[in-house]
């Protein structure tokens, strides 16, 4: 059964999926995910009955898929993307900035699922697109290099892949100032590299300025918030630091459990690198 009833408008309809899609939206951010995939479906239901091909529908497949990919389910993510990206593609053509926005969707699902090669020309087009459309800066241009640099950081481009951090922080900074979220996003990846590197001091600083940020942004008990606190445990439980380092993984793996459940990758990794330091 359905929420479709006799007699509504269309613009009714049109109405609730918008509301609905919001609410998802909102608690996705807060990091509610089981309350966002409620509403993702429910506005679904409504939205694949009344107006299959529409791209209001494909907006809310690209949330749901973007869901699913924080909370782990990746093999869930792939179809709902690809699903959207069929009714954008179809609608706006292949060179739409809308639809690098799905190209920039599966590139990060490939690079989740540990298949960054696989990701990467999804990326690259996202970033060709974008930037022939907005101009190199552009927040959504950066945003496009920066998930690119994520995926060549992954293959151990090093070089490339800070070089593309350089130029979207430069454009974060510009148009968000000192405390977007966006810049908490590309530190911890800086980080990361500094980390493998081996040059631990500025890892920990950047580490540390991205959890600054993700705090006041998105809270302490935000999954996204508790990447950073495992990242930066790691770095200090490999500088022989353990009393901060299980502290840390402490604080992350309390959120993982409790956000994202006991089973999700990042709540593995996370027990496991906490069990190995107390041996």
């Known amino acids: 059964m359905t929420d479709v009833g006799e007699g509504q408008s269309m613009e009714s309809i049109r109405r609730r999926v918008w509301a609905l899609g919001q609410r998802a939206e909102r608690r996705q951010e807060q ?53 959207a990206l069929a009714i954008v593609e179809a609608a706006l053509g292949p060179d739409h900035p809308e639809t690098a926005s799905l190209y920039h969707n599966l590139g990060g699902l490939e690079h989740a699922r540990g298949r960054a090669a696989e990701g ?21 241009v950066a945003a496009d290099k920066a998930a690119l640099a994520a995926i060549l950081d992954a293959q151990g481009r090093f070089d490339e892949a800070e070089a593309l951090y350089a130029e979207a922080l430069a454009v974060f900074e510009r148009i968000y100032g000192p405390e977007h979220y966006e810049l908490a996003v590309n530190y911890n990846n800086l980080a990361a590299i500094r980390q493998t590197k081996g040059e631990a001091a500025e890892a920990e600083t950047l580490y540390r300025r991205a959890l600054e940020i993700k705090e006041k942004v998105l809270g302490g008990g935000h999954p996204d918030t508790a990447l950073t606190l495992h990242n930066l445990a790691t770095l200090l439980a490999g500088l022989g630091r353990s009393a901060e380092a299980e502290a840390l993984y402490g604080r992350a793996l309390a959120v993982f459990e409790s956000k994202l459940g006991k089973e999700h990758p990042h709540t593995e990794v996370c027990r496991e690198g906490l069990e190995a330091l107390q041996g």
């Open 31 to 83: 990091g509610r995910y089981g309350a966002s995939e409620r509403l993702y479906r429910r506005a679904l239901i409504l939205a694949e009955e009344a107006f299959p091909d529409d791209l209001e529908t494909a907006a809310l497949l690209n949330g749901l898929g973007v869901l699913h990919k924080y909370q782990g389910r990746y093999d869930e993510a792939e179809p709902v993307y690809r699903r």
């Open 120 to 140: 990467e020309p999804w990326a690259r087009r996202s970033v060709e697109i974008r930037e022939k459309a907005l101009g190199p800066d552009h927040p959504m």
